[in-house]
């Protein structure tokens, strides 16, 4: 009894637990600081200078960490499962009669026979269809310039509304090349593509069931 009290207790305390919500001006989506001012360069005379990297066909895309760009986020997914599973096994033994002394051994006149029968049956039906949309644009910081020249990118926005917050983060890696002139890249050619969007307050709150329905519904529910 005493160990089933301990279960109980442990399993709600589980269902009690939850994720830590998400707040504004998490240090690790915090911008990047500007980097300090480059050391005046003598002027020599020639078009090149070591302030300046760009080439004469670039324009003023991001490249470098702490650059701002936008995403496009054109996100639709949408997924259907279904299984179907039937299983049927039947098993029957049976025995000849007992024959003792060349007579078939009996009990109150009844011949004693041995046998055994079973029948499996088995039906399973599962299904799942799921979609999901997000169009938007977010603007985002250069994390870091990998040494093939990808950029790694990572940011968030947040929206404060009447009943919460909304909020989108984002992180990746994309290609420079996939960057337009506009400075946008879509968020399709994003590279292990970390896109979260929710919210916090009443109304997201609302939508989410409590920690005793979790509980029942949780996989330590036995029943």
Not at 40 to 56: A, E, R
Not at 112 to 123: E, I, M, N, R, V
Request: aromatic residues 8%; charged residues 20%; proline residues 6%.
């Amino acid at each position: 009894m005493r160990t089933l009290s301990l279960v109980l207790l442990f399993s709600l305390l589980t269902a009690c637990a939850s994720t830590r919500e998400a707040m504004p001006d998490d240090p690790y989506f915090a911008p990047l600081p500007p980097e300090p001012a480059p050391r005046p360069v003598l002027k020599t005379g020639s078009l090149f200078t070591q302030t300046h990297s760009n080439s004469l066909y670039s324009d003023n895309k991001a490249r470098h960490e702490g650059d701002i760009i936008t995403v496009v986020l054109r996100e639709k997914t949408q997924a259907s499962k279904k299984a179907k599973t039937e299983t049927q096994k039947d098993s029957n033994v049976a025995f000849e009669p007992l024959n003792i002394a060349g007579r078939n051994a009996s009990i109150g006149g009844n011949v004693l026979q041995f046998g055994a029968g079973s029948t499996q049956d088995f039906k399973g039906d599962a299904k799942a269809d799921q979609s999901n949309s997000l169009v938007g644009d977010i603007s985002v910081n250069v994390l870091q310039v990998l040494s093939n020249g990808n950029l790694v990118i990572r940011g968030e926005k947040w929206l404060t509304l009447n009943t919460g917050k909304e909020y989108i983060r984002l992180t990746g890696v994309i290609r420079p090349q996939d960057v337009d002139v506009n400075n946008t890249v879509e968020s399709t050619k994003i590279a292990n593509a970390r896109i979260e969007y929710s919210g916090t307050g009443a109304h997201h709150h609302g939508q989410s069931p409590g920690w005793l329905a979790r509980f029942f519904n949780g996989p330590l529910w036995p029943f």
